[in-house]
């Protein structure tokens, strides 16, 4: 069973930065892609980041330069640079293995000044 649990919750300014955390139980398979999405009111879920087990990674356009995503071990991070009030939403964590999707809880990220 793979639980998924993100950490970092925040308030920041504009042009602030963050940093979310996910931690998988389990094993990691080379199968396994991890991401992150978020969900902003009224809106649908997006897609943010993600990073395959060989380390290649992928970005949304509307945080392309501004976000990174990394993992370590069973832990994947997001550290978020030069926040726009636009990118406040509910951030998830997410894992593919496969057919397989698995979420986290979600995570609240508030840009505001």
């Known amino acids: 069973q793979v639980q998924l649990v993100e950490s970092g919750v925040g308030l920041v300014q504009p042009g602030g930065s963050l940093r979310l955390s996910c931690t998988a139980s389990g094993a990691f398979f080379s199968i396994d892609t991890m991401g992150w999405y978020r969900q902003a009111p009224g809106k649908q879920r997006e897609f943010v980041a993600r990073?395959?087990?060989?380390?290649t990674t992928y970005y949304a356009d509307s945080v392309k330069g501004r976000f990174t995503v990394s993992n370590e071990e069973s832990t994947m991070y997001l550290q978020m640079h030069s926040l726009k009030p636009e990118d406040t939403a509910v951030y998830y964590c997410?894992?593919?293995?496969?057919?397989?999707?698995?979420w986290g809880q979600g995570t609240q990220v508030t840009v505001s000044s």
């Open positions: 990073i395959t087990s060989r380390g």
């Open positions: 997410h894992k593919s293995r496969g057919p397989s999707d698995y």
